[in-house]
C-alpha cells in the first residue's frame, strides 16, 4: 500500500491543493481573458490556448474563498478531465509532489460548504496538509450556485478549511 | 437477376459500402476465426464473428443475393449453436467456417465484378455446415473436397490456394498444433500478394476497401480545426500591411491565400456527405404512411447528390422526415378526393435539393390539398395566440406562416404520426439551430411547398463583429439584414416606447430593440456622440434591432464550441479567435430574442400586422430593392435578395488586371462589374472607371457586393437612394437588355435590374479555371 503518487500542487489563499499530475495538462502563467457575461462568477473568462478555447474556474470562487488581490496575476492551471479541459485559476504554483499513499486521509465529514464536495480528502506533509481535489466536481458547475452565493457564506467556509489545518 | 441491376442503379454506394465493411469484417473474421481455435470458448471472439456473418447475411439478403443469403444463413445456425455453448469449436468446424470465409469473400467478388453473387451454390460447403451443426462430424472427404469445389469458380487461382486449405485440413486431423501456419496459408493478404497469377476480381473487392478509408470523425473534426487556424493566421498575415512591400513575399502571400482556401475547401468536402443519406428512406416512409392511410403518394426526388455537411445532414434528419410525414398525412388527399378534384389518383412528394449562394436549399413540395388558412385563423384564435381582432389584420401568409408557432395542429384527428403540435415549431426550431430557416408556400387545391436555406457548413462563416461594454461579440451574418447608424438626439429619428419596449422606425415598420449591453448585464455604455448603432436581425421571419457600442468588422469566422460548463447559457452559438488572438463570443440571435422576450408572438406579429396596413396591401409578392441611380439619370431599381452588402471604395484602390476591373476586398479579388455595362447604358461611351481624368483618387465608387454561386462580385452604381420593400410585380415592359421591366416606385417611374444577366456575367467569368476570385 505504499504506492507512490505523483501530485501537482498548487497554493490557493494559503491552502495548498494537490491534483495528480496525470489530470495536468500545462500551467500558463499570465492569460488575457475574454469576459462571459451571464456566466456563473466561478467562471473568470475564456482563454486562447493555441487555437483551443478553455474555460477559466477562478479556483477561489469555487471554493468559496475570498477573491484575489487586484494586483496578483492568477497562474493557469490546464487540467483534463475525461475529455473536457478547462483552466484553474490559482495563485501560485508549488512543486510536484509524491506522496505514499498510506499517509492520506479522507476529507473530514464536518468540512461544509463548498469543499464537502471539492475536496477528496488529504496528505498529511511534515509541514502542511495538502488538500486533494476532486476535479470532476470542481469542473460541474451544473448546480453551482457560486454566482449568487453571499460572502457570508464563504467565510464560513473558509473558517472550515482552517479547522482542518 | 435482371430484378438485381435494377436495384443496383439506385443503390450502386449502398452496395459499395456493403462490400467495403463486409471485406473488412471478414478479413477480422480470418484473425478472430484462429484466435478462437487458441481459445475456444472465448465469448467476445464469438460474438465478434457470428456478428460479422449475421450483419452479411441480413444485408445481402435485403439486396436479393439469395444464394451468399442461404450460405451464410447455414453458417450463422452453426455460430449460434457455438455461441449459445451448444457445440464446442472443434479444428474441424474452425476449418469449415474459414473455407465458408472464402466462399463467402468469392460470392462478394462476384458481386463487385458481375452484379450477382455467382453460379456456385456451394452444396457442399453448406451441407457440411448442415452436418456440423445437427452434431456429426464431418466425413474425412467433404471439407476437402468441398473446399475444392468452392474454389472451383475462380478455377487457376484458387487452385493454389485450395490445395493449400486441403492440406491444412488433413494435418489439422492429425495435429493440432499447426495453427500459425494456417494463419498464414489462410489469411486473404498472402493469398492476393503471392504472385500466383492473382485473381483480378479479387483485387477489385480490395481495392473497394482501399480506395476509401474510414476516418474517425474527431480526426476530421481536429483537422477542421487546424485548418481553421489556418485560415486566420493567413487572414492576419494578408492584413498585414509588410507583406506590400515585398514583390517575394507578396508573390508567396497570394500563393498562401489560395492554397488556404483550397485545402479548406477540401478538408470541408471529407465531412461532405450526398443528402440522399437521409433521403434514401423516404421512399419506404412515404409508401408507409400512405398506405396506413389509404393514400397513394410516390417520391420524386432531384438533386440527390448534393453534399452537405456531416453535422448538417445528422440534424435534419429528423426535420425532413417530420415535414414528409406531414405532407403525406396532412398535405395529399385521399384518391376519391383527389380524383373528385380533377387530380391523379397518386399524389405526389417532390423533393429538390441543390446549391445557391453558398447555401444549401432543399424543398419539399406536395400537390395535395394546401393549407387551409380559414382553419388556421379560427385553430389559432381558439388555442389563443391571436386574437381575433389581429386576425383580421393578418395577411395570409402571416396566418399560414402561424402553423410554426408552438401548440399548433390543424390536424381534425391527433394519429399517431402528426396532428399533436409539437411538430412544425420543433423543426422551425431545430432548423434554427443549425443556422437555416424555413418558409412555406401554399395555394388551396394546389399543394405546399417548403423551402428550407441551409448554410453549407457550421465550421467557418461570414460573421460581423460588434462590441458592447468593451467586449467584443460575433454575430453570424446569415441573420443579420442590415445596420444602421442613427443620431439618438435627433427628434425625426428618435426611439419611441410601445408598451415598455423601445421601437425604431425603420421604413414605416417599428423595429422592437435590443441593448445588447443590458441583456447580458454589461455596463451602460451611451456612445458620447449620441449616435447609435443597430444591427437589424432576423430570426424566424422577424426584425429585431439589436443595438451595439460600435461595429468592428465583417470576417470569416471558426466556429468554435463552448465547454459544457457554458453551453447552458443559450445566447451563446460558441467562440470564436479573432485576427489579433483574443477570444470573442459568438451570440446566438435567437437565444438572444428569446431571452429579451422578444418572441411574444402576438405583440411582435400585431405590431408587425399594424404597420403594414398602413402602407400597402396585397405583401405576398414584397421584396426589397436598392434604389440607384443610373448614369442617364434615371433611376433603377436592385432586388437584394442576394445582395452581401453595400461596400464604398476609393477610386485610387481599384486596380486594373487585364480587362477586368478589380479591388482586394477582405483578403480576396473582388471583381467589379459597371452596372451602365451590363444595361447598355444609352449613352455612347460607358463611363470609365479607373483612370479617370475628372475623378480623383479619393473619390468614392459605390457597390453592392452579390454572392453567386460562391463567387463574390461587386456591381458598380452610381448613386445609392433608398432601400424600399416593394411590389415585385411588373407594371411595364422591359425597356432594354438587363432589365426585367418597369415598376413605379415613390412615384417615379423605375426601371427593375435582371439579376440574372449579373449571374450569367459571373458564369463567362469563372469559365477560364482560375479561381482567385472564388474562395
Known amino acids: 500500500m505504499n504506492a507512490l503518487r505523483q501530485v501537482c500542487t498548487f497554493i490557493v489563499d494559503s491552502h495548498l491543493i494537490g491534483l495528480d499530475t496525470k489530470h495536468v495538462r500545462e500551467v500558463l502563467r499570465f492569460q488575457e481573458l475574454t469576459n462571459v457575461p451571464l456566466s456563473p462568477l466561478t467562471v473568470s473568462g475564456l482563454i486562447n490556448l493555441r487555437g483551443e478555447i478553455v474555460t477559466a474556474l477562478d479556483l477561489r470562487i469555487r471554493l468559496e474563498l475570498p477573491p484575489r488581490a487586484s494586483d496578483q496575476p492568477p497562474i493557469n492551471v490546464v487540467v483534463r478531465n475525461n475529455s473536457e479541459t478547462v483552466s484553474l485559476l490559482v495563485d501560485e504554483i508549488g512543486d510536484v509532489l509524491e506522496v505514499t499513499e498510506d499517509t492520506f486521509e479522507p476529507a473530514p465529514e464536518h468540512l461544509e460548504g463548498a469543499a464537502h464536495d471539492l475536496i477528496v480528502g488529504t496528505y498529511q506533509l511534515e509541514d502542511k496538509l495538502l488538500l486533494m481535489l476532486n476535479l470532476k466536481n470542481t469542473m460541474d458547475l451544473s448546480d453551482s450556485t457560486t454566482s449568487t452565493r453571499s460572502v457570508h457564506a464563504s467565510r464560513v467556509a473558509e473558517t472550515d478549511l482552517r479547522q482542518t489545518q | 437477376m435482371a430484378n438485381n441491376e435494377n436495384l443496383l442503379d439506385g443503390m450502386e454506394e449502398v452496395i459499395q459500402e456493403f462490400l467495403a465493411e463486409s471485406v473488412e469484417g471478414l478479413d477480422q473474421m480470418d ?3 484462429v484466435a478462437l481455435e487458441a481459445d475456444p470458448g472465448d465469448p467476445d471472439l464469438l460474438a465478434n464473428i457470428f456478428r460479422t456473418i449475421h450483419s452479411i447475411k441480413g444485408t445481402c439478403g435485403f439486396f436479393g443475393y439469395a444464394k451468399l443469403e442461404s450460405v451464410s444463413h447455414v453458417g450463422e445456425s452453426l455460430l449460434s449453436q457455438l455461441r449459445d455453448g451448444e457445440l464446442v469449436l472443434t479444428q474441424e ?15 462478394l467478388t462476384a458481386i463487385e465484378s458481375t452484379g450477382t453473387d455467382g453460379e ?4 457442399d460447403l453448406v451441407a457440411t455446415l448442415g452436418r456440423l451443426k445437427d452434431g456429426a462430424s464431418a466425413t474425412p472427404g467433404p471439407p476437402a473436397s ?50 500466383e497469377q492473382p485473381n483480378q476480381s479479387t483485387r477489385g473487392v480490395v481495392s473497394v476497401a482501399e480506395s476509401a478509408i474510414r476516418v474517425d470523425v474527431d480526426i476530421l473534426d481536429n483537422l477542421m480545426n487546424l485548418v481553421g487556424e489556418l485560415v486566420l493566421a493567413r487572414n492576419q498575415i494578408l492584413a498585414s500591411p509588410v507583406t506590400q512591400e515585398d514583390p517575394l513575399l507578396t508573390n508567396a502571400c497570394q500563393r498562401l491565400n489560395l492554397i488556404t482556401s483550397e485545402l479548406q475547401q477540401d478538408v470541408m468536402k471529407t465531412r461532405m456527405q450526398p443528402i440522399n443519406t437521409i433521403w434514401n428512406k423516404f421512399p419506404r416512409v412515404v409508401r408507409d404512411i400512405a398506405k396506413a392511410y389509404g393514400k397513394q403518394a410516390k417520391v420524386e426526388m432531384e438533386g440527390k447528390e448534393t453534399e452537405l455537411d456531416k453535422s448538417l445532414i445528422e440534424a435534419m434528419k429528423d426535420p425532413l422526415t417530420h415535414l414528409i410525414r406531414n405532407a403525406v398525412d396532412h398535405g395529399i388527399e385521399t384518391p376519391d378526393e383527389r380524383v373528385a378534384n380533377g387530380k391523379p389518383a397518386e399524389g405526389r412528394v417532390a423533393l429538390t435539393a441543390y446549391h445557391a449562394s453558398g447555401q444549401v436549399i432543399i424543398e419539399i413540395a406536395d400537390d395535395g390539398a394546401g393549407i387551409n388558412v380559414a382553419r388556421i385563423r379560427e385553430k389559432a384564435i381558439e388555442l389563443g395566440l391571436i386574437t381575433s381582432t389581429q386576425a383580421s389584420q393578418m395577411s395570409e401568409r402571416d396566418i399560414t406562416r402561424l402553423i410554426f408557432a408552438p401548440g399548433m395542429t390543424t390536424s381534425k384527428k391527433v394519429t399517431n404520426i402528426s396532428g399533436r403540435g409539437v411538430g412544425m415549431d420543433v423543426v422551425r426550431t431545430n432548423l434554427e439551430k443549425i443556422g437555416g430557416f424555413i418558409e412555406l408556400d401554399s395555394t388551396p387545391g394546389r399543394g405546399s411547398s417548403f423551402r428550407i436555406q441551409l448554410p453549407l457548413t457550421l ?11 468593451n467586449e467584443s461579440f460575433a454575430i453570424p451574418q ?9 443620431n ?7 426611439i419611441e416606447m410601445i408598451h415598455g419596449v423601445p421601437v425604431f422606425r425603420l421604413r414605416g415598420k417599428l423595429l422592437p430593440l435590443v441593448y445588447l449591453n443590458r441583456e447580458l448585464e454589461l455596463g451602460d455604455t451611451r456612445q458620447p456622440d449620441g449616435m447609435l448603432n443597430i444591427v437589424v436581425l432576423q430570426v424566424d421571419q422577424r426584425k429585431f434591432g439589436l443595438v451595439v457600442e460600435a461595429v468592428d468588422d465583417s470576417t470569416e469566422i471558426v466556429v468554435k464550441p463552448l465547454s459544457e460548463i457554458l453551453k447552458a447559457i443559450p445566447v451563446y452559438a460558441g467562440a470564436t479567435i479573432t485576427g489579433n488572438g483574443k477570444v470573442a463570443l459568438i451570440l446566438d440571435v435567437l437565444g438572444l430574442a428569446q431571452r429579451a422576450k422578444l418572441l411574444s408572438e402576438s405583440q411582435d406579429r400585431y405590431m408587425d400586422a399594424n404597420a403594414e396596413s398602413t402602407t400597402h396591401g396585397g405583401e405576398a409578392d414584397r421584396r426589397p430593392f436598392i434604389i440607384a441611380n443610373t448614369t442617364d439619370g434615371g433611376h433603377i431599381a436592385i432586388p437584394v435578395d442576394s445582395v452581401v452588402r453595400l461596400e464604398e471604395f476609393k477610386r485610387g484602390c481599384l486596380e486594373q488586371a487585364g480587362s477586368r476591373t478589380v479591388v482586394q476586398y477582405g483578403g480576396k479579388i473582388l471583381p467589379l462589374i459597371n452596372l451602365a455595362e451590363l444595361l447598355q447604358e444609352r449613352r455612347r461611351k460607358p463611363r470609365k472607371i479607373v483612370g479617370q481624368d475628372t475623378k480623383t483618387a479619393n473619390d468614392v465608387v459605390h457597390a453592392i457586393v452579390y454572392s453567386v454561386d460562391g463567387y463574390s462580385v461587386g456591381l458598380i452604381v452610381d448613386r445609392i ?9 411588373m407594371q411595364g415592359p422591359p425597356t432594354r437588355k438587363g432589365t426585367l421591366g418597369t415598376i413605379v416606385i415613390q412615384e417615379r417611374i423605375t426601371e427593375v435590374f435582371d439579376v440574372g444577366s449579373l449571374q450569367r456575367e459571373i458564369c463567362s467569368m469563372h469559365k477560364t479555371p482560375q479561381r482567385a476570385a472564388g474562395g
Do not use: C, F, W
Not at chain 2, 148 to 160: D, E, G, L, P, W
Not at chain 2, 459 to 469: D, F, M, T, Y
Not at chain 2, 479 to 486: D, K, Q, T
Open chain 2, 31 to 33: 484473425n478472430d476465426l
Open chain 2, 93 to 107: 468446424i474452425a476449418t469449415v467456417l474459414l473455407n465458408l470465409v472464402d466462399a463467402i469473400r468469392e460470392m
Open chain 2, 120 to 123: 456456385n451454390k456451394y452444396v
Open chain 2, 146 to 195: 468441398k473446399s475444392k469445389k468452392a474454389s472451383n469458380h475462380a478455377k487457376t487461382t484458387r487452385k493454389n490456394k485450395s490445395s493449400d486449405t486441403e492440406a491444412a485440413t488433413a494435418e489439422d486431423e492429425q495435429a493440432p498444433s499447426v495453427k500459425p501456419q494456417r494463419t498464414g496459408k489462410d489469411s486473404p493478404k498472402p493469398d492476393a500478394t503471392s504472385g
Open chain 2, 459 to 469: 465550421a467557418i462563416i461570414p460573421a460581423l463583429l460588434v462590441r458592447s461594454g
Open chain 2, 478 to 486: 446569415g441573420s443579420i439584414l442590415e445596420l444602421i447608424r442613427i
Open chain 2, 488 to 494: 439618438q438626439d435627433d427628434s425625426s429619428s428618435s
Open chain 2, 721 to 729: 437612394q433608398d432601400i424600399v420593400d416593394h411590389s415585385q410585380t
